[in-house]
């Protein structure tokens, strides 16, 4: 029996305390880039907590090779700089013993290298176990980050972890999921919903921690709702209201929990609004989050008078024009602006735009008839539209009678004060179901609606197709007539899209055509033997841009049952709008991808079933990517389709563009999104899903 071959045991460099003014900074030290903790904080922690580590030290020789009595450092310098510091500064003494490691093997340079590459930082798991028990033991998170240098905000990110699951925690502690989405995690303090959560994208070959938040948060508003900006994130707060941060979040950032609380404080916010501008002497007032859109249709607006400025007000306005205006000739050579003269700037430019902003005054009898809407913009500010006249109020003509206009005249008037204008919610669709069903109805006539108005937007900038229109309308009157004619008795007829979509009056489509009406009805006058000469009187151009204003409000793109004199709704009738649509959006050029449509979870991909949204994965991205959110749920489905569908240009049937034109008279064949085998005849029952 042979015995095993001895191993050498390890011995150990001898430790011993020599004073400092022995010790000498060896240039052997591999460290020469400044990082970390500076010299100066480190001499503070030292001074605080004393020398926690020793120095590496070897004996200097003297040419004979014996030792001199004096040790090098070339392990350990900057706490030799901190100690050295603490010299200077006469809050150490010089002869001070100092802890050191003896090594006389080995080369010098190797120390160094290992000691500063061997040695890794605190694991964020174990600084925040580490800060909880420094936080139990009395200290605040400002001593915290005064004691270990860093900033009050890394202190409380760390303490924030204490929200997570601590079976999170032990996840994250064993690498299998990185820092940043363990940050996300804080948003919601309920540990149950994070571990749902965890369960659901653990198995996902990528995991962004937006996608973790957008999960956890799938049922708050987010801060920068336009709800929310309306009324502050401290109004909120005071009335009660919880917010959800995660790490990321700024004090101004973060997801609001309880929606219901959301809607009372808007609406009591618009109900105040309503009181204050309807104490100005108007006979209604309607304000909504989101009013019908059109609903300023077949309503006179009334036109008043800005107050001018006074020779006051109008010298102040010319004494910051000047000081404005003297201010950028001394800084013209764009060197950056002193703190006050920034300042200065600012508030010069508040003051112009007070000064700028002029009240408007009414006729008094016409005011009294007259109303206003208020609703919310995109970015929370209050749209106040004044001097809108129902039909019904306006007064007598002569030989009696009060003038009606025919789609007003369906449309329910409200009370003098109305608040609200939710819209209902559709129906929720089977997502069970794995066939995909033609798309619903509702969902159908809300995609056209928005078409509708950006095929409206698009013909109004193209004044030869526009006139086309015209004549093409005026060839079916006259060649396909199925009634009296009087004189020239051409109308434009404007569909009511009403609430059709949400938000429809705050897209940039509606937001351009209300603008160029509002222009062109200041522009023109209001009397018909006026307005007459005033249109003799346009250049051909605005003639025909104007012609094409006029026409593209007649556009009607929109899904809707189109009924017959026997009452019956026509899918024939549907068919045909249809075909005109995707013919007129053809000639236009309308791109619905390039006009600024893409989809999301409010507008589609929420709204239809998960085989539509896997078939929409599919077409963009391929079969590849498509396959990657087959086990989703619904809701998590949508969300992840929204990033992945982002920038790809996919539009839903509904929204594109004709592959192929109609030759002749033939009418196209009805579209995939309304044809179904069941429902040929019956576009009612075309989207039972």
Same mark, same amino acid.
């Given at each position: 029996?042979?015995?095993?071959?001895?191993?050498?045991?390890?011995?150990?460099?001898?430790?011993r305390?020599?004073?400092?003014?022995?010790?000498?900074?060896?240039?052997?030290?591999?460290r020469?880039?400044?990082a970390?903790?500076?010299?100066?904080?480190l001499?503070?922690d030292?001074?605080r907590?004393?020398?926690?580590?020793?120095?590496?030290v070897?004996?200097?020789l003297?040419?004979?090779?014996?030792?001199?009595?004096?040790?090098?450092?070339?392990?350990?310098?900057?706490?030799?700089?901190?100690?050295?510091?603490?010299?200077?500064?006469?809050?150490?003494?010089?002869?001070q013993?100092?802890?050191?490691?003896?090594?006389?093997?080995?080369?010098?340079?190797?120390?160094?290298?290992?000691?500063?590459?061997?040695?890794?930082?605190l694991?964020p798991l174990?600084?925040?176990?580490?800060?909880?028990?420094?936080?139990e033991?009395?200290?605040?998170?400002?001593?915290?980050?005064a004691?270990?240098?860093?900033?009050v905000?890394?202190?409380?990110?760390?303490?924030?972890?204490?929200s997570?699951?601590?079976?999170?925690?032990?996840?994250?502690g064993?690498?299998?999921?990185?820092?940043e989405q363990?940050?996300?995690?804080?948003?919601?303090?309920?540990?149950a919903?994070q571990e749902?959560v965890?369960?659901q994208?653990k198995?996902?070959?990528?995991i962004s921690?937006?996608?973790?938040?957008?999960?956890?948060?799938?049922?708050?508003?987010?801060a920068?709702d336009?709800?929310?900006?309306?009324?502050g994130?401290d109004?909120?707060?005071?009335?009660?209201?919880?917010?959800?941060?995660?790490?990321?979040?700024?004090?101004?950032e973060g997801?609001? %929990? +309880?929606?219901v609380?959301?809607?009372?404080?808007?609406? &009591?916010? /618009?109900?105040t609004?309503? @009181? =204050?501008?309807? #104490?100005?002497?108007?006979?209604?007032?309607?304000?909504?989050?989101?009013?019908p859109?059109?609903?300023?249709?077949?309503?006179?607006r009334?036109?008043?008078?800005?107050?001018?400025?006074t020779?006051?007000?109008q010298?102040?306005?010319?004494?910051l024009?000047?000081?404005?205006?003297?201010?950028?000739?001394?800084? %013209? +050579?764009?060197?950056?602006?002193?703190?006050e003269v920034d &300042?200065? /700037?600012?508030?010069?430019? @508040? =003051?112009?735009? #007070?000064?700028?902003?002029?009240?408007?005054t009414y006729?008094?009898?016409?005011?009294?008839?007259?109303?206003?809407?208020?609703?919310?913009?995109?970015?929370?500010r209050?749209?106040?539209d004044?001097?809108?006249?129902?039909?019904?109020?306006?007064?007598a003509?002569?030989g009696?009678?009060?003038?009606v206009?025919?789609?007003?005249a369906?449309?329910?008037?409200?009370?003098?004060?109305?608040v609200?204008?939710?819209?209902?919610? =559709?129906?929720?669709?089977d997502e069970e179901?794995d066939?995909?069903?033609?798309?619903?109805?509702?969902?159908?006539?809300?995609?056209?609606?928005v078409?509708?108005?950006a095929?409206?937007n698009?013909?109004a900038?193209?004044p030869?197709?526009a006139?086309?229109a015209?004549?093409?309308?005026?060839?079916?009157?006259?060649f396909?007539?199925?009634?009296t004619?009087?004189?020239?008795?051409?109308?434009?007829t404007?569909?009511?899209?009403?609430?059709v979509?949400?938000?429809?009056?705050e897209?940039?489509?509606?937001v351009?055509?209300?603008t160029?009406?509002?222009?062109?009805?200041?522009r023109l006058?209001?009397?018909?033997?006026?307005?007459?000469?005033?249109?003799?009187e346009?250049?051909?151009?605005?003639?025909?841009?104007?012609?094409?204003?006029?026409?593209?409000?007649?556009?009607?793109?929109?899904f809707e049952?189109?009924?017959?004199?026997d009452g019956?709704?026509?899918?024939?009738?549907?068919?045909?709008?249809?075909?005109?649509?995707?013919?007129?959006?053809?000639?236009?050029g309308?791109?619905m991808?390039?006009?600024?449509w893409t989809?999301?979870?409010?507008?589609?991909?929420?709204?239809v079933?998960?085989?539509?949204?896997?078939?929409a994965?599919?077409?963009?991205?391929g079969?590849?990517t498509a396959v990657?959110?087959?086990h989703?749920k619904?809701?998590?489905?949508?969300?992840?389709?929204?990033?992945?569908?982002e920038?790809?240009?996919?539009?839903?049937?509904?929204?594109?563009?004709p592959?192929?034109?109609?030759?002749?008279?033939?009418?196209?064949?009805?579209p995939?999104f309304?044809?179904?085998?069941?429902a040929?005849?019956?576009?009612?029952?075309?989207?039972?899903?």
């Open positions: 029996m042979t015995k095993s071959k001895s191993v050498p045991k390890l011995v150990l460099s001898s430790s305390d020599i004073p400092f003014s022995q010790l000498v900074l060896s240039q052997k030290n591999v020469r880039l400044k970390g903790l500076s010299i100066e904080d001499a503070e030292i001074y907590r004393t020398l926690l580590q020793s120095l590496n070897r004996a200097m003297d040419e004979d090779g014996k030792e001199t009595g004096f040790f090098e450092v070339p392990a350990g310098g900057r706490r030799f700089r901190a100690l050295e510091l603490l010299v200077k500064t006469r809050r150490m003494a010089q002869d013993p100092v802890p050191c490691v003896v090594r006389e093997a080995g080369i010098a340079e190797e120390d160094s290298l290992a000691e500063n590459v061997m040695r890794e930082g694991h174990d600084q925040f176990r580490a800060f909880c028990a420094l936080i033991a009395g200290l605040s998170e400002d001593d915290i980050a004691r270990f240098f860093v900033s905000s890394t202190v409380r990110q760390r303490l924030r972890l204490a997570v699951a601590p079976s999170l925690l032990e996840i994250y064993e690498d299998e999921m990185t820092l363990l940050m996300a995690f804080t948003v919601n303090n309920d540990h919903r749902q965890w369960e994208v198995d996902t070959p990528y921690a937006h996608q973790i938040r957008r999960m956890l948060t799938e049922d708050a508003i987010p920068g336009r709800r929310v900006r309306f009324i994130i109004a909120y707060i005071e009335a009660g209201g919880y917010v959800m941060r995660d790490l990321f979040s700024e004090q101004n997801w609001l %929990q +309880d929606p609380l959301v809607e009372q404080l808007v609406n &009591a916010k /618009l109900a609004a309503a @009181e =204050e501008i309807g #104490a100005e002497g108007w006979k209604w007032v309607e304000a909504a989050i989101d009013l859109y059109g609903c300023e249709s077949g309503k006179r009334i036109t008043g008078t800005t107050v001018p400025l020779e006051e007000e010298a102040r306005l010319d004494a024009v000047e000081e404005y205006d003297g201010i950028g000739e001394e800084y %013209q +050579d764009g060197s950056d602006l002193p703190d &300042a200065r /700037l600012t508030e010069i430019d @508040e =003051e112009l735009t #007070a000064l700028n902003i002029r009240p408007v006729n008094p009898d016409e005011q009294a008839r007259a109303g206003v809407f208020i609703s919310l913009t995109h970015d929370g209050l749209r106040i004044r001097g809108y006249v129902r039909p019904e109020d306006e007064p003509v002569e009696g009678g009060t003038p206009d025919r789609e007003s369906e449309q329910p008037s409200g009370p003098a004060f109305s609200g204008g939710h819209m209902p919610d =559709e129906a929720a669709t179901d066939a995909i069903r033609p798309l619903p109805d509702r969902l159908v006539s809300e995609l056209t609606a078409r509708t108005v095929l409206r698009a013909l900038g193209n030869q197709v006139f086309i015209v004549l093409h309308a005026l060839y079916l009157s006259v396909r007539s199925h009634g004619h009087g004189c020239v008795q051409i109308e434009v404007q569909a009511w899209l009403g609430n979509a949400p938000n429809l009056r897209t940039p489509w509606s351009a055509i209300q160029r009406h509002e222009q062109w009805a200041e006058p209001d009397e018909p033997a006026l307005l007459w000469d005033a249109l003799v346009l250049p051909q151009d605005e003639q025909m841009a104007l012609l094409a204003h006029c026409v593209s409000l007649g556009v009607n793109a929109l049952p189109v009924r017959g004199y019956r709704t026509s899918a024939h009738g549907i068919e045909q709008r249809i075909a005109a649509a995707d013919a007129l959006a053809t000639v236009v309308l791109d991808a390039e006009a600024g989809p999301t979870v409010d507008n589609y991909l929420g709204r079933t998960k085989p539509r949204i896997i078939e994965v599919r077409e963009a991205k079969d590849a990657l959110i087959e989703l619904k809701g998590d489905m949508a969300r992840e389709a929204e990033r992945l569908l920038g790809t240009c996919w539009l839903p049937e509904p929204l594109r563009l592959v192929t034109e109609p030759d002749g008279d033939d009418i196209a064949e009805l995939d309304l044809a179904d085998d069941e040929e005849h019956d576009p009612m029952a075309i989207a039972a899903e």
